[in-house]
């Protein structure tokens, strides 16, 4: 008989374990079209309210990740690595981190997503960065790079910076954009399938995942967040790779600098091993377990000593100094960011109200107020503005005094630089003892 997807929507509605066989005709049937988007937005539903076995996500997983090209680096003659946060406010921590792992003598084929929500994306970022491209006519930092331009790109310098392709798991890119329309991206199978089919069909050895918790992040509780990285680890794990799951604060915005520009110039400042402690912190040793799981070192500790020396010699910064090179960026942003970078016409500061401690940042919130400013996005199609967001000089724990600006609002307009000062101050307490914060590294799962 032939395959009856309503009758799968109906088993798996009905709480039943789907088999591998319905599974798989589910997935294909999905990508060549001949089961519409309708029964598939079903499905979804199905699975948030009724949940997959790990068995049943091992095989979506698979399915997904073989829906389209699979990447191979067996050629090369150094181990690959990446790394894949869940999204934060301020997360810039992929921009140092891949040239320091690169500098450090593991390859890093690094595909990455669009900030959507709150949460910024590590493409806006890199593309905020203007140059000639890499055909000389303009448009700068290119993140749409042909496959092979990719794969002969990380085999000259050992990192590649792009998007996901058309044909890197179509199945995520369709369903992906049909779970964010019909309310069913907060699944854990659906969201271990969906990140996991697009880091494993890029054919790295191992895998180091940031699951962000707090109200910033998808993940409010530390439960649900190590509910996550289990089944990410586990799932990995059973696909053959090396994967470690690191849990990181997200109750407060990461770093100094939130906007896609203002992230590149913290960023490089992390890579003249300067910048501020909590996203330096994240990138040795996020960066410092990827070495250890490609094996150039024994244990994390040595990884992260590696990883910082690369951070203050300058080798971290040489490698993306290239990476901006051959992706079409004006290199001198390595140099003089502000001079390279957009800049905002409107600056204005952000005065504290009273005297006191800064007791909470809502992370939420700041994200919230640096989409509003223009910085982010709420659908897929929206534009960004590389220039605009916020630079924080103060963060949770610090003091300040009546009238002392503790951060900047960088903006297009004096309107919108006005709103963005209200949303910020409406952001934090200050009041007279400290507040209560997540420690930055909560949990690790392996
Ligand atoms: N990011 C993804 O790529 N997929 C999800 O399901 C959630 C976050």
Not at 4 to 13: D, F, G, N, S, Y
Not at 18 to 25: A, F, N, T, V
Not at 181 to 199: F, G, N, Y
């Amino acid at each position: 008989m032939s395959f009856r997807p309503v009758l799968t929507i109906a088993r798996k509605r009905d709480g039943y374990a789907l088999s591998e066989g319905e599974i798989r005709e589910f997935i294909a049937g999905f990508v060549d079209g001949s089961i519409p988007d309708y029964q598939m937005s079903a499905l979804a539903m199905a699975i948030v309210w009724r949940g997959m076995t790990a068995e049943e996500t091992a095989i979506l997983l698979d399915a997904m990740m073989n829906s389209g090209d699979l990447l191979d680096w067996s050629h090369l003659t150094c181990a690959t690595a990446d790394k894949h946060s869940t999204g934060g406010v301020g997360d810039k921590v992929s921009i140092p981190l891949a040239p320091a792992v690169a500098a450090c003598g593991v390859a890093v084929p690094m595909i990455s997503g669009r900030g959507l929500g709150h949460t910024g994306g590590t493409l806006d970022k890199l593309q905020s960065i203007p140059g000639p491209g890499r055909d000389g006519r303009g448009g700068g930092f290119e993140v749409d790079l042909p496959l092979p331009v990719f794969q002969a790109q990380v085999a000259a310098i050992g990192l590649g910076l792009i998007g996901q392709t058309a044909t890197i798991v179509p199945a995520d890119k369709r369903l992906y954009a049909l779970r964010d329309v019909t309310s069913t991206v907060e699944s854990i199978p659906l969201i271990v399938a969906s990140i996991l089919s697009k880091k494993l069909a890029e054919g790295v050895g191992s895998l180091v995942l940031d699951v962000k918790v707090g109200p910033g992040a998808f993940m409010k509780t530390p439960e649900q967040a190590v509910l996550l990285a289990e089944a990410m680890v586990r799932a990995g794990q059973a696909a053959g790779r090396k994967v470690t799951a690191f849990l990181t604060a997200m109750d407060r915005p990461l770093g100094t600098h939130v906007g896609n520009a203002l992230e590149i110039i913290e960023s490089i400042e992390i890579l003249r091993g300067a910048g501020p402690a909590d996203t330096r912190s994240e990138v040795v040793r996020l960066g410092g377990e990827m070495l250890r799981l490609a094996g150039v070192v024994p244990d994390l500790q040595s990884g992260e000593t590696r990883i910082a020396r690369s951070l203050d010699d300058g080798s971290a910064l040489a490698r993306f100094r290239q990476v901006v090179q051959v992706q079409g960026g004006d290199p001198r942003v390595c140099d003089d960011p502000q001079a390279i970078l957009p800049k905002a016409p409107v600056i204005v500061p952000v005065l504290a109200e009273k005297d006191g401690v800064i007791a909470q940042m809502d992370a939420l919130a700041v994200g919230l107020a640096a989409v509003r400013l223009g910085a982010g996005r709420n659908r897929t199609d929206d534009a960004v503005d590389p220039a605009v967001g916020f630079v924080l000089h103060k963060k949770p724990g610090e003091s300040v005094v009546c009238g002392e600006p503790w951060a900047h609002v960088h903006a297009r307009t004096a309107a919108s630089a006005a709103q963005a000062q209200n949303d910020l101050r409406a952001s934090v307490v200050i009041s007279q003892t400290d507040g209560q914060r997540l420690p930055l590294w909560l949990d690790v799962v392996y």
